[in-house]
């Protein structure tokens, strides 16, 4: 991003009133993203400007859209929707129109992604209990003519959530060690790395893995072993 601020328009990264994205307003992000209602003299403070820059800046990333609105985080557990599942849809490819309209409908929803792969979207809902989930899947999905089929998958736990990611995070995050179990965007020889510094078990066995790991084997290994097992 460019550290430079100035006037001109249509140019991509330039936002509200003529400041251009830069290193100081993805600082007042970072804030934000801590304290949303923190005051305008403790933002100025904290990204080291004065107050009527710190101002001007986050009533510019306002303007533009870059910040949309200011919401409250909750905790689901506490309000009784402590299960959570992810259900994956396939939709009838000419009925499209007809599956968001119904989706829209269902306020129980908390997050729906059109998805790559086999499936056609994501669906993320937060129920009281899994017998909710199951009538959700049965009752309410299974009887949309777009979808043609569903398959459901539960939340364990939610190992990290954060409120937006910025460019910056990735910056930190080349610069500081990565722990080998970290489940936070690790690449792919990192992870390579972290599966095979654990104790492989012998075949058939699962001892000796640490939780939240798992060994994957190969298609031709494991038809061998089913074969041997036969």
Request: with cysteine; aromatic share 4%.
């Amino acid at each position: 991003m460019s550290s430079n601020s100035g006037s001109g328009g249509g140019t991509t990264g330039r936002i509200g009133i003529g400041l251009e994205m830069d290193a100081t307003h993805l600082k007042i992000l970072e804030v934000l993203r801590d304290n949303g209602r923190v005051s305008v003299s403790a933002l100025a403070e904290r990204v080291g400007i004065s107050r009527a820059n710190a101002y001007t800046r986050f009533e510019a990333l306002r303007a533009d859209g870059v910040i949309r609105r200011f919401t409250a985080e909750i905790d689901h557990q506490r309000t009784g929707l402590g299960i959570v599942a992810l259900i994956f849809v396939t939709v009838r490819q000419q009925m499209w129109r007809q599956f968001r309209a119904q989706l829209a409908q269902m306020p129980e929803v908390e997050y729906c992604a059109i998805t790559t792969g086999q499936h056609d979207a994501m669906i993320q809902v937060r129920m009281a209990d899994v017998a909710e989930v199951h009538a959700m899947v049965t009752e309410r999905l299974a009887n949309i003519p777009a979808v043609k089929a569903t398959e459901t998958v539960f939340i364990l736990d939610e190992v990290l959530r954060r409120p937006y990611v910025l460019p910056s995070d990735r910056d930190r995050g080349r610069g500081t060690p990565r722990r080998p179990a970290s489940s936070s965007g690790a690449s792919s020889s990192s992870s390579s790395s972290a599966y095979s510094s654990a104790p492989e078990p012998e075949q058939g066995q699962g001892q000796g893995l640490p939780l939240g790991k798992m060994r994957f084997v190969g298609a031709a290994e494991g038809r061998a072993a089913l074969r041997d097992a036969t």
